[in-house]
């Protein structure tokens, strides 16, 4: 099993950039979630998706916008990206009830 | 809204000694409790959880209990090994109506052991 898997693992982008972060959840789960860890920070819930569609959001503005598939794989989209979007994005993935699995994360940087 | 606090970092300690990482929360209603270990380079982990009141979560010689009076979840081990070294996270969950966790962290707690 592969569990959770995360692409690119790092990536270097400018201010005012688009940037996409794809996510595989573990075989069998159907939920996925978002985070963002900033440097020294514990991570930030963005948002869920279940059934393609959003579920739950965090506290984030809506240049952070996502997707799921049916094959339950999920993309996280930001734009006009600024310096403070620098962060190691998470995705996790659960089934009902189940607990989270964690991916190893996508290293941003905006310079 | 839900909140976590747990002490802050660093915290560096010689290999075989006590451990104790605390942390505290603020919910409404009665979230699980959890702690999560970041080792470099990878991703969280589930190290340990309590779902009620008085529940013991325990796993590789990690124990923490759940505390409803205090609000405290504190991360203990009675003796610790180099391969502890990691960024250690406390965090609680809500349900909510949808039954998959959404989880508040702290900021996390770096502890470093010294052989």
């Known amino acids: 099993d592969a569990g959770v898997t995360q692409s690119p693992t790092h990536l270097i982008k400018t201010r005012g950039q688009q940037v996409t972060l794809r996510c595989s959840p573990k075989?069998?789960?159907?939920?996925v979630s978002w985070y963002q860890q900033a440097l020294g920070q514990g991570p930030q819930f963005i948002f869920q998706?279940?059934?393609?569609?959003?579920?739950q959001r965090g506290n984030f503005p809506d240049r952070f916008s996502g997707h799921q598939f049916p094959n339950y794989s999920s993309e996280l989209n930001v734009n006009a990206l600024l310096l403070g979007d620098s962060a190691l994005y998470l995705c996790?993935?659960?089934?009902?009830?189940?607990?989270?699995?964690f991916g190893s994360g996508t290293q941003l940087s905006v310079l | 809204g839900d909140s976590v606090t747990q002490m802050e970092g660093p915290v560096t300690l010689s290999e075989e000694a006590f451990l104790t990482i605390n942390c505290t929360y603020t919910?409404?209603?009665?979230?699980?409790l959890f702690w999560y270990v970041q080792y470099p380079g990878e991703g969280l982990q589930l190290l340990l959880k309590?779902?009620?009141?008085?529940d013991k979560g325990s796993n590789k010689g990690f124990e923490a209990t759940y505390r409803k009076e205090t609000t405290s979840f504190h991360l203990e081990k009675g003796s610790v090994q180099v391969s502890d070294s990691a960024v250690y996270f406390c965090?609680?969950?809500?349900?909510?109506?949808?039954?998959?966790?959404?989880?508040?962290f702290g900021t996390g707690t770096r502890l470093t052991i010294i052989p």
């Open positions: 996790a993935s659960s089934g009902q009830r189940e607990k989270l699995f």
């Open positions: 075989s069998g789960h159907d939920t």
């Open positions: 998706y279940y059934e393609e569609e959003e579920r």
């Open positions: 919910a409404t209603g009665y979230p699980s």
């Open positions: 309590a779902t009620k009141a008085d």
């Open positions: 965090a609680l969950s809500d349900f909510s109506n949808f039954g998959n966790e959404k989880l508040t």
